[in-house]
C-alpha cells in the first residue's frame, strides 16, 4: 500500500513511518498541511494519515481539497483532541475512520487495513491466510473450508491479528480494540487471555496451524511460519 | 441576631433607661415646685393668723376662707417660737382611708406674752391628683416618641443597610467555576463600597488564580499527550524489532506499561478538565438503558468468564438530556468497575427506573469510607493498576448534568446508585 502520514511532529510521524514501513508499506510523510496538499496533488495514495491539528492549517482542509478535486484514497484522521465536534465533522467531509491519539500501532494497522478493505471493490473482502479464509461481507471465518464459528469478540480479535501479522501485539491494545478506550480496564489482562485461548483452540480444532504466539509479559505474536 | 433586630433593642435599652431618668427627674423637679407651692401657702396663712392673733388675742375663723384645716390653741404660758412644715396622714371616715396630708406647726407669743400653736393642714389628695395625671401624660408622650423613634431609626436603618444586604446576596451566588466574575453594585455609602471593592477585587484574584490553574492543567496533560504518544510509538517500535533478548523486552515491557498507566492517567485527567470546561456541550435526549444494556453486552464475555450473574430490571427508558459520549463514559466506568471489583460466581443487579439508576454487586467488603472513592487518585486498593480517576470522573459528570450520585457498601454487597430526576409524587 501506498500511504500518506501528515503529522507535524517529527518524532511521531517518524515512528509511524518506521512502524508502517515495517508492514511492507511504502510511505511518504508531510511535516504541514502545504506540503500534504501538493503531495495528495501529485500522487496517488491508498490512505492518508490526517493529523488534524498542523502549523499552518486545519487538516480537514485537506479533506475538503480532495473531495472537490475527486481525488480518490482513504482518509484516516488523527487528532489529540477527542472532541466529537472534530470526529463528527471529519467523517462527515469525507474521512473514513478517526483514531485519537496517542494510538497502539496495532491498532493504527487494523484501522488501515480496514480502510483498505472498504475502499477496494476488486474481491477485497476476502481475507486469505493460508488456509484461513476470512469473508469481511458476511463476517464469516473459514478454516480449511470448514466453517469456523465465533463469537463477535473473537471475530474482531482474529482481524486484528491478521491485520498485525508477524508484531507483537500488546495486551493494551488488544483490550482498547474489543472493548474501547473509554473504559479503564486496565486490570483486566486475564480475560484477553482467555479470548486468545478460544480462538486458538477453534482454529486449532478445525486443523488448523496454531500461529497465536504468546511473548510472556507483553501479548502475543501472530506469525505466519 | 441580626443586626437590626440588635441595634434596634440597644436603641430601646438606651432610650428606656434615659427615659426612666428622665421621667423620674421631671417627676420629682415637679413634685417639688408644687410641694413649695403648698409650703408657702401655709407659710402666708400662719403668717396671717399669726398677725391677727397677736393683735386681738381671738382665735380667727379661717376655715371657710381657705378650705383648709386650722387649729388654734391659745396658752395661758410663754412659748419658744417654732415652726415645721410635715408629711403626714389622716384617718378620713367618710372614705374609711388614710388621706396624705401636708401640715405647718407653729409655736409663737402675743404681745402679752402668751403662747399659742398654730397647726394648718392642707390635703394633698388632690396635688397628688394632678401629679398622677402629669406623670401618665409624660408617660404616654415618652412612650409615642420611643415608638416613632423606633420605626424611624428601623426604616433608616433597614434603607442605609439595603446596599450591604444585595452585596451579600449577590457574592453568595458566586460560582468561581462560572463564567462571570462578581460585579457588587455601587452604593452612595463610601464603607460599603469599600467592602465592594475588596470582595471583588478578592474574588476576581481567586477567579484568576482559579482559571490560570484551570488553563494551565488542561493545556498540561494536552501537551503531555503528544510526547507520551511519541514514547508509546518509539516503545512499540523497538519491541518490533528481531536481535531483542529477554533482559531489553522486559525493559520494554516496563516502559510500555509505565507509559500506558500515565497515558490513562492524563486521558481521565483531559476528560475531567474538559468537562469542567464544557467542551461536551451538544446535548440530546439519550436512554441511559439503552446505554446500559449495550455496556453490560460490551462485557458479556467478562462476565461468563468470572461467572458473574446480571440482572436488570427496568421499569423506564431513562430518558436523560445530556451529552452522548459523558453518557456513554458515566455508564461504563460505573458497569466496568461492577465487573472489575467482583467476585468469581458473583452478581450484578442493574435497577432502572424513571428516577434513578442503580447498580448493586457482589465483591470484597471494603475498609475505606465509600464516598471517599469519589475522590481523585484514591484507590480501591494499593496494588490495583486503576489509576483511580474512574469515580472521580462519574462524580463531575454526574455533577455537571445536576444528577446525584452515592456509593454506599455493606458487607461485601456494593451498591451505586445514580439519581438523574427528583421523585415527582403524583396526586390521586
Known amino acids: ?225 | 441576631m441580626k443586626l437590626l433586630t440588635k441595634s434596634t433593642f440597644y436603641f430601646l435599652l438606651l432610650s428606656l433607661v434615659a427615659m426612666v431618668a428622665g421621667g423620674a427627674l421631671l417627676y420629682f423637679t415637679i413634685k417639688k415646685v408644687i410641694y413649695r407651692q403648698i409650703d408657702e401657702s401655709l407659710i402666708t396663712e400662719k403668717t396671717i393668723i399669726e398677725d391677727q392673733l397677736k393683735q386681738t388675742d381671738t382665735i380667727p375663723d379661717f376655715e371657710a376662707n381657705f378650705g383648709h384645716q386650722i387649729e388654734v390653741k391659745l396658752l395661758s404660758y410663754q412659748v419658744r417660737n417654732y415652726q415645721s412644715i410635715k408629711d403626714t396622714d389622716i384617718y378620713d371616715p367618710d372614705s374609711d382611708s388614710f388621706i396624705p396630708y401636708r401640715y405647718i406647726y407653729s409655736k409663737g407669743n402675743n404681745v402679752e406674752k402668751k403662747g399659742f400653736i398654730i397647726t394648718i393642714y392642707q390635703t394633698l389628695s388632690e396635688k397628688n391628683e394632678l401629679l398622677q395625671d402629669i406623670s401618665l401624660y409624660m408617660f404616654f408622650l415618652f412612650f409615642s416618641l420611643l415608638l416613632i423613634s423606633i420605626l424611624i431609626n428601623y426604616l433608616i436603618a433597614r434603607k442605609l443597610w439595603k446596599p450591604f444586604y444585595d452585596s451579600v446576596r449577590i457574592a453568595g451566588k458566586f460560582d468561581i467555576q462560572g463564567d462571570k466574575p462578581l460585579d457588587l453594585p455601587e452604593t452612595d455609602i463610601v464603607e460599603f463600597n469599600q467592602l465592594n471593592v475588596v470582595f471583588d477585587n478578592m474574588t476576581r484574584k481567586m477567579r484568576d488564580d482559579y482559571l490560570n490553574l484551570k488553563e494551565f492543567s488542561e493545556n498540561a496533560s494536552h501537551e503531555i499527550q503528544t510526547p507520551l504518544a511519541v514514547i508509546r510509538s518509539k516503545a512499540d517500535l523497538l519491541m518490533q524489532q528481531k536481535n531483542l533478548n529477554k533482559d531489553s523486552l522486559n525493559l520494554v515491557k516496563s516502559i510500555n506499561e509505565a507509559t500506558n498507566k500515565l497515558l490513562k492517567l492524563n486521558q481521565g485527567l483531559l476528560l475531567i478538565s474538559k468537562i469542567e470546561n464544557q467542551v461536551f456541550h451538544e446535548k440530546k435526549k439519550v436512554s441511559l438503558k439503552r446505554i446500559a444494556e449495550s455496556g453490560l453486552n460490551n462485557y458479556k464475555e467478562i462476565m461468563q468468564l468470572k461467572k458473574i450473574k446480571v440482572e436488570i430490571d427496568s421499569t423506564d427508558e431513562a430518558m436523560v438530556e445530556m451529552n452522548e459520549v459523558l453518557a456513554d463514559v458515566l455508564i461504563s466506568n460505573l458497569l466496568s468497575n461492577a465487573v472489575r471489583f467482583n467476585v468469581d460466581g458473583g452478581f450484578i443487579k442493574c435497577h432502572i427506573d424513571d428516577t434513578f439508576l442503580s447498580i448493586t454487586n457482589s465483591g470484597f467488603p471494603m475498609t475505606t469510607n465509600p464516598e471517599d472513592l469519589f475522590k481523585r487518585f484514591h484507590k480501591y486498593s494499593e496494588h490495583s493498576q486503576s489509576v483511580g480517576l474512574g469515580l472521580s470522573i462519574v462524580k463531575k459528570i454526574s455533577e455537571s448534568y445536576g444528577m446525584s450520585v452515592s456509593y454506599t457498601c455493606s458487607d461485601s454487597i456494593h451498591k451505586i446508585v445514580l439519581k438523574y430526576r427528583q421523585h415527582v409524587s403524583y396526586m390521586g
Not at chain 1, 496517488?44 to 482542509?61: A, E, V, W
Not at chain 1, 491494545?173 to 484477553?192: A, N, P, Q, R, Y
Not at chain 1, 496454531?210 to 505466519?224: E, L, S, T, V
Open chain 1, 1 to 225: 500500500m501506498k500511504l500518506l502520514i501528515v503529522e507535524d511532529d517529527r518524532s511521531l510521524s517518524r515512528s509511524i513511518y518506521d512502524y508502517l514501513k515495517l508492514e511492507g508499506h511504502i510511505c511518504e510523510v508531510a511535516l504541514t498541511l502545504s506540503d500534504a496538499k501538493s503531495k495528495a496533488a501529485i500522487n496517488k495514495y491508498d490512505c492518508i494519515i490526517l493529523d488534524i491539528g498542523l502549523p499552518d492549517g486545519n487538516g480537514l482542509d485537506l479533506i475538503q481539497e480532495m473531495k472537490s478535486n475527486r481525488l480518490t484514497g482513504g482518509i484516516l484522521i488523527l487528532s489529540a483532541k477527542s472532541s466529537l465536534d472534530d470526529k463528527l465533522v471529519g467523517l462527515k467531509i469525507g474521512a473514513d475512520d478517526y483514531l485519537t491519539k496517542p494510538f497502539h500501532f496495532a491498532e493504527l494497522s487494523a484501522r488501515i487495513s480496514s480502510i483498505h478493505r472498504r475502499n477496494n471493490f476488486l474481491g477485497m473482502n476476502e481475507i486469505v491466510f493460508n488456509e484461513i479464509k476470512i469473508n469481511t461481507d458476511d463476517n464469516q471465518v473459514h478454516v480449511n473450508d470448514k466453517l469456523l464459528v465465533l463469537t463477535k469478540k473473537e471475530y474482531d480479535l482474529l482481524l486484528f491479528f491478521m491485520a498485525n501479522r508477524n508484531r507483537i501485539i500488546t495486551k493494551e491494545s488488544i483490550v482498547e480494540h474489543l472493548w474501547g478506550d473509554s473504559v479503564i480496564l486496565t486490570d483486566s489482562f486475564d480475560f484477553v487471555y482467555t479470548h486468545v485461548k478460544n480462538l486458538r483452540k477453534k482454529i486449532v480444532a478445525a486443523e488448523g496451524r496454531n500461529y497465536i504466539k504468546c511473548i510472556y509479559g507483553f501479548g502475543y505474536k501472530f506469525i505466519d511460519s
